[in-house]
C-alpha cells in the first residue's frame, strides 16, 4: 500500500483475472445447425468456439466469481480494496447496482467504505470503470488503498445471423500504483456520439436491436477519430519521441472484438490512417502501389472492398505480429462485451513469451455502441522480474480453456430457449446443471417471488482457486 501523501507512481494493472463459462458450441457445428454456408462464422466472423452460460449464471454471479477469484488468488485482504466498479450491459435490475451484490463479498471483513457503482454503456463500460480507478488513485479522493475495475457480460442474441457473434465473460483488474502495466498519463483520446447502431430498449427481453452495417460504420468512425486524436496529443505529451506517430510506435495494438474478422479490417484500417497522414513524397516508398487511393477519403471508404481488401494486404504483418495473438479469446469465447478488450491483453499476455513485452507500449481500443470509444496505451513496467511474475499468475488460463464442456448445437439452443423463456421470472428455481461448472464458481440458486436473487458457489479445490 502506497502512502496517500504523495502522489501516486505509475499507477495502472497490478492483477487480472479472467472467467469463461464453463460450457461451449463449436462454430462449425452451430454453422450445420442453422442451415448456414461452411465457413460463414468460422472463416466469415473469425470464430471458432463460443462460450454461453445456462440459466444458472447472470452477471451477478459472474461478477462474484471473478472478483473473489482474483482477491484469493493475489492474497488481497478485503480491507485493502477502496474502490470497485462494474462496467456491464448485462441489466438484471433497473435500480440496484451489481457493485450493490458485490458487497456480500465484503462484509465478513467489515468493510463497507467502498466507492463505485456500475457504469453502463454498451461494451464501454469497463473501460470507464477502468478509467474511473485510475482517476481515483490520480485525486484527493485516493486514500492509499486498491480499486477494482470489473467488466462482466452475458452477450445472447435471437436465432439468427447474430447468434454466432455471442459469448460471455467476466474480467476484474486490480488498481493500484507501481504497477506492471501502466496506463500512460494524458495518452486517452475519446469520442462519443449519439448513434443508434445497437442498443437495448425492451427491457423485457436479453436481446439486442441491432444495425448491423450502421455498427461496422460506428465501429470504424469511431477508430479514426480516436487514433487520430491519440496521435495529436501523443505529439503533445511526448515531443522527445522524434518521429511523428504511426502504427509504428506500438509493439502491441489490441481491440474490443465483436468478432475476429473486424480487428483484422481494424488493423487495416489504421494502416490507411497512416498512409492518408503520410506525406506524399514519402508514401510511394512506404506504400508502393497504392497511389490509386491517394484522393480517397475516410468518409467515403467504410465499405469500399477495393480499399479494404489492398490494406488488409499492406498490414498483413502488423496484424500478426502486433494483433493476432491478442484475439486467443475471442476465437474460442466470443464477444464478452464489457470484458472483450481486457480478455485480448489477457491473451496477448499468456501468447507472448514475458520477455518480449518487457518496456513495450500496447495500443488499446475500447467501443461501445450507442457510442463511446477511446483509445489509449498502456506501458509495460522495464522490470523483467516484476513482469514475469505479473504474467505467471495467469497460468492457469489455458489449461481451464482446455478444459471446458463441448455442448451440441441442438443443446445449446435448448438452453438458450430456457433463458430466453425465463428472463426475469420469480419466482424461478433454474433447472442449468451445477456439476459442470468450474471450481469457485458462484451460480444462482433461486430467485424467490420477490425477484431477490440467492447465490450459492462450487466448492474451491484446495491446492488453488481453480
Given at each position: 500500500m502506497a502512502s496517500t501523501t504523495n502522489w501516486p507512481e505509475k499507477v495502472g494493472i497490478l492483477a487480472i483475472e479472467v472467467l469463461f463459462p464453463s460450457q461451449y458450441v463449436d462454430q462449425t457445428e452451430l454453422e450445420q445447425f442453422d442451415g448456414a454456408s461452411a465457413g460463414k462464422y468460422t472463416i466469415g466472423l473469425g470464430q471458432a468456439k463460443m462460450g454461453f452460460c445456462s440459466d444458472r449464471e447472470d452477471v451477478n454471479s459472474l461478477c462474484l466469481t471473478v472478483v473473489s477469484r482474483l482477491l484469493e488468488r493475489h492474497h488481497i485482504k478485503h480491507t485493502e480494496i477502496g474502490r470497485l466498479e462494474v462496467g456491464t450491459e448485462t441489466i438484471v435490475d433497473k435500480s440496484k447496482s451489481v457493485k450493490s451484490v458485490l458487497m456480500q463479498l465484503f462484509a465478513d471483513s467489515g468493510n463497507t467504505d467502498i466507492e463505485g457503482i456500475d457504469t453502463t454503456n454498451a461494451c464501454y463500460g469497463g473501460t470507464a470503470a477502468l478509467f474511473n480507478a485510475v482517476n481515483w488513485l490520480e485525486s484527493s479522493s485516493w486514500d492509499g488503498r486498491y480499486a477494482l475495475a470489473v467488466c462482466a457480460d452475458i452477450a445472447v442474441y435471437a436465432k439468427g445471423a447474430a447468434r454466432p457473434t455471442g459469448g460471455a465473460g467476466a474480467i476484474a483488474m486490480l488498481v493500484g500504483p507501481n504497477a506492471p502495466l501502466v496506463l500512460e498519463r494524458g495518452l486517452r483520446a475519446t469520442h462519443m456520439e449519439h448513434a443508434y447502431d445497437f442498443y437495448k430498449p425492451d427491457l423485457s427481453s436479453e436481446y439486442p436491436t441491432v444495425d448491423g452495417k450502421l455498427s461496422i460504420q460506428c465501429y470504424l468512425s469511431a477508430l479514426d477519430t480516436c487514433y487520430r486524436l491519440y496521435r495529436k496529443k501523443f505529439e503533445k505529451v511526448q515531443p522527445k519521441e522524434s518521429s511523428a506517430v504511426s502504427l509504428d510506435k506500438f509493439d502491441a495494438i489490441i481491440f474490443h472484438t465483436p468478432f475476429c474478422k473486424l480487428v483484422q479490417k481494424s488493423v487495416g484500417r489504421l494502416s490507411f490512417n497512416d498512409f492518408l497522414l503520410t506525406s506524399e513524397e514519402k508514401r510511394a516508398a512506404k506504400y508502393p502501389d497504392l497511389e490509386r487511393f491517394n484522393n480517397s477519403t475516410l468518409e467515403g471508404t467504410y465499405f469500399d472492398r477495393d480499399l479494404e481488401k489492398a490494406f488488409?494486404?499492406?498490414?498483413?504483418?502488423?496484424?500478426?505480429?502486433?494483433?493476432?495473438?491478442?484475439?486467443?479469446?475471442?476465437?474460442?469465447?466470443?464477444?464478452?462485451?464489457?470484458?472483450?478488450?481486457?480478455?485480448?491483453?489477457?491473451?496477448?499476455?499468456?501468447?507472448?513469451?514475458p520477455e518480449s513485452l518487457v518496456d513495450k507500449r500496447i495500443a488499446v481500443f475500447s467501443y461501445g455502441s450507442g457510442l463511446a470509444a477511446s483509445m489509449y496505451s498502456i506501458r509495460v513496467t522495464s522490470d523483467a522480474e516484476k513482469f514475469k511474475k505479473f504474467a505467471s499468475q495467469l497460468d492457469y488460463v489455458l489449461p481451464l480453456l482446455s478444459s471446458r464442456e463441448k455442448v451440441s448445437p441442438e443443446q445449446f439452443s435448448q438452453l438458450m430457449e430456457v433463458r430466453?423463456?425465463?428472463?426475469?421470472?420469480?419466482?424461478?428455481?433454474?433447472?442449468?446443471?451445477?456439476?459442470?461448472?468450474?471450481?469457485?464458481t458462484y451460480y444462482l440458486k433461486d430467485v424467490d417471488a420477490l425477484h431477490r436473487r440467492t447465490y450459492e458457489r462450487t466448492p474451491t479445490i484446495t491446492n488453488g482457486v481453480h
Amino acid at each position: 500500500m502506497a502512502s496517500t501523501t504523495n502522489w501516486p507512481e505509475k499507477v495502472g494493472i497490478l492483477a487480472i483475472e479472467v472467467l469463461f463459462p464453463s460450457q461451449y458450441v463449436d462454430q462449425t457445428e452451430l454453422e450445420q445447425f442453422d442451415g448456414a454456408s461452411a465457413g460463414k462464422y468460422t472463416i466469415g466472423l473469425g470464430q471458432a468456439k463460443m462460450g454461453f452460460c445456462s440459466d444458472r449464471e447472470d452477471v451477478n454471479s459472474l461478477c462474484l466469481t471473478v472478483v473473489s477469484r482474483l482477491l484469493e488468488r493475489h492474497h488481497i485482504k478485503h480491507t485493502e480494496i477502496g474502490r470497485l466498479e462494474v462496467g456491464t450491459e448485462t441489466i438484471v435490475d433497473k435500480s440496484k447496482s451489481v457493485k450493490s451484490v458485490l458487497m456480500q463479498l465484503f462484509a465478513d471483513s467489515g468493510n463497507t467504505d467502498i466507492e463505485g457503482i456500475d457504469t453502463t454503456n454498451a461494451c464501454y463500460g469497463g473501460t470507464a470503470a477502468l478509467f474511473n480507478a485510475v482517476n481515483w488513485l490520480e485525486s484527493s479522493s485516493w486514500d492509499g488503498r486498491y480499486a477494482l475495475a470489473v467488466c462482466a457480460d452475458i452477450a445472447v442474441y435471437a436465432k439468427g445471423a447474430a447468434r454466432p457473434t455471442g459469448g460471455a465473460g467476466a474480467i476484474a483488474m486490480l488498481v493500484g500504483p507501481n504497477a506492471p502495466l501502466v496506463l500512460e498519463r494524458g495518452l486517452r483520446a475519446t469520442h462519443m456520439e449519439h448513434a443508434y447502431d445497437f442498443y437495448k430498449p425492451d427491457l423485457s427481453s436479453e436481446y439486442p436491436t441491432v444495425d448491423g452495417k450502421l455498427s461496422i460504420q460506428c465501429y470504424l468512425s469511431a477508430l479514426d477519430t480516436c487514433y487520430r486524436l491519440y496521435r495529436k496529443k501523443f505529439e503533445k505529451v511526448q515531443p522527445k519521441e522524434s518521429s511523428a506517430v504511426s502504427l509504428d510506435k506500438f509493439d502491441a495494438i489490441i481491440f474490443h472484438t465483436p468478432f475476429c474478422k473486424l480487428v483484422q479490417k481494424s488493423v487495416g484500417r489504421l494502416s490507411f490512417n497512416d498512409f492518408l497522414l503520410t506525406s506524399e513524397e514519402k508514401r510511394a516508398a512506404k506504400y508502393p502501389d497504392l497511389e490509386r487511393f491517394n484522393n480517397s477519403t475516410l468518409e467515403g471508404t467504410y465499405f469500399d472492398r477495393d480499399l479494404e481488401k489492398a490494406f488488409l494486404t499492406q498490414s498483413a504483418e502488423i496484424f500478426a505480429s502486433k494483433t493476432k495473438k491478442s484475439l486467443l479469446l475471442a476465437n474460442q469465447v466470443g464477444n464478452m462485451y464489457t470484458p472483450s478488450v481486457y480478455s485480448g491483453l489477457v491473451s496477448l499476455l499468456i501468447s507472448e513469451p514475458p520477455e518480449s513485452l518487457v518496456d513495450k507500449r500496447i495500443a488499446v481500443f475500447s467501443y461501445g455502441s450507442g457510442l463511446a470509444a477511446s483509445m489509449y496505451s498502456i506501458r509495460v513496467t522495464s522490470d523483467a522480474e516484476k513482469f514475469k511474475k505479473f504474467a505467471s499468475q495467469l497460468d492457469y488460463v489455458l489449461p481451464l480453456l482446455s478444459s471446458r464442456e463441448k455442448v451440441s448445437p441442438e443443446q445449446f439452443s435448448q438452453l438458450m430457449e430456457v433463458r430466453e423463456k425465463n428472463n426475469h421470472a420469480a419466482p424461478y428455481t433454474p433447472t442449468g446443471k451445477v456439476g459442470i461448472l468450474f471450481p469457485g464458481t458462484y451460480y444462482l440458486k433461486d430467485v424467490d417471488a420477490l425477484h431477490r436473487r440467492t447465490y450459492e458457489r462450487t466448492p474451491t479445490i484446495t491446492n488453488g482457486v481453480h
